[in-house]
């Protein structure tokens, strides 16, 4: 995720598509990261608050 530029899809379906795991293993393989304060992730909302995107944070050392 760190080696890719800032504009690009780090959407569950965009990071699979860059390997070999399926969806449930990035779903995963995310979860952890943030349980390890490697990753923020928080939802973009629209004006009627339904959930547009995600925001990712990656970070090299975890955050506190």
């Given at each position: 995720m760190l080696s890719n530029p800032?504009?690009?899809?780090y959407?569950?379906?965009g990071l699979?598509?860059?390997?070999?795991?399926?969806?449930d293993s990035v779903r995963t393989?995310?979860?952890e990261l943030e349980a390890h304060h490697y990753?923020?992730?928080?939802?973009?909302r629209?004006?009627?608050g339904?959930?547009?995107?995600y925001d990712y944070?990656?970070?090299e050392q975890p955050f506190s």
């Open positions: 800032d504009d690009w899809d959407s569950i379906r699979a598509s860059q390997n070999r795991d399926g969806l393989g995310l979860k990753l923020k992730r928080e939802k973009v629209d004006a009627q339904h959930i547009i995107d944070q990656i970070f």
